[in-house]
């Protein structure tokens, strides 16, 4: 989980196990790698990517209210997913509270998720991309949407 593109793909197949409520078999799996530090700093990336292809596609600003991060109940765990999806260092993660872990993971999925909506990405678009991640046996593919291209029925 830490060489590179595998966080990633774990951050797009989680996002989408999530959009389908599927997410417990892959949390496990995914978690017993490295607790979940890499899995964040993914989420979180993917998670600003698509907020910036949101507010391009809406000419709005996507924003996130601040209640959105209030659910993840451990101060370390929340300021982490918060700097995951700002972009900045997020600094040490207590993997101590796997509760809080795994809601900090979800709360930056459905955040991808949201800017999809607003970006009109569908869900397709992330099942491509999984897709794309495994067979492209390692290389760090990772496509950004096409806002016009998805507005099209
Ligand atoms: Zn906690």
Do not use: N
Not at 96 to 103: D, G, K, N
């Amino acid at each position: 989980m830490t060489t590179g593109w595998e966080a990633p793909r774990a951050g797009y197949l989680f996002t989408l196990a999530v959009a389908s409520g599927e997410e417990d078999d892959l949390w496990t799996a995914i978690t017993s790698a490295d607790g979940g530090h890499d899995l964040l700093i993914a989420l979180g990336a993917q998670a600003r990517l698509m907020a910036r292809t949101a507010t391009t596609a809406t000419g709005k600003p996507f924003v996130v209210p601040a209640s959105v991060w209030e659910c993840i109940a451990c101060p370390d765990v929340r300021s982490f997913a918060v700097a995951a999806y700002a972009g900045e260092e997020p600094g040490e993660l207590s993997v101590s509270c796997t509760r809080c872990l795994r809601e900090a993971a979800e709360v930056l999925a459905r955040l991808q998720l949201a800017a999809m909506d607003a970006a009109r990405v569908p869900l397709a678009w992330l099942a491509g991309v999984c897709g794309q991640l495994t067979s492209a046996g390692g290389s760090p593919v990772t496509p950004l949407p096409d806002p016009g291209a998805a507005v099209a029925p």
